[in-house]
C-alpha cells in the first residue's frame, strides 16, 4: 500500500519558520518526481514546489521563490519542504504528492499518489 505521510505543519506567527516532512512508504519511489502542493479554503490547489528523483532540478512557484526551499533524503525517503518568512498568505492545507511523469510539475492531475495533507496556519 503506497503511502505518503506529511507532517510538520502548525500555528505559527508571521515571519516564522516551518520543515514540512512527507515520508514516502509502500512501494519504490525510484524516478518518481515528488512534488508540494497547497489548497486554502474557498481556493483551488496549488503548485509549491517539486524535486526530482536525484534531487538535482527543482521548480518553486514564483508566489513562494526565495522562501520556500524543496529537498529530499533517499536514505530516509523523506521529502521536505523548508518554509522561511511565513506569511498569512501561506495558509492553507499543504499535500504532498509523487509522479512518474516528468512532464507538468505543476500540473497536479499528473501526480499519481497524494497525502491526506497537514494544516499550516499563519498570523499576523
Known amino acids: 500500500q503506497v503511502q505518503l505521510v506529511e507532517s510538520g505543519g502548525g500555528l505559527v506567527q508571521a515571519g516564522a519558520s516551518l520543515r514540512l516532512s512527507c515520508a514516502l512508504s509502500?512501494?519504490?519511489?525510484?524516478?518518481?518526481?515528488m512534488g508540494w502542493f497547497r489548497q486554502a479554503p474557498g481556493k483551488e490547489r496549488e503548485f509549491v514546489a517539486a524535486?526530482?528523483?536525484?534531487?538535482?532540478?527543482?521548480r518553486t512557484a514564483d508566489s513562494v521563490k526565495g522562501r520556500f526551499t524543496i529537498s529530499r533524503d533517499h536514505f530516509d525517503k523523506t521529502v521536505y519542504l523548508h518554509m522561511n518568512n511565513l506569511k498569512p498568505k501561506d495558509t492553507a492545507l499543504y499535500y504532498c504528492a509523487a509522479k512518474q511523469s516528468l512532464l507538468g510539475d505543476n500540473d497536479a492531475g499528473r501526480y499519481n499518489y497524494w497525502g491526506q495533507g497537514t494544516q499550516v496556519t499563519v498570523s499576523s
Open positions: 524535486i526530482s528523483w536525484s534531487g538535482g532540478t527543482t
Open positions: 509502500g512501494r519504490s519511489f525510484s524516478g518518481y518526481v
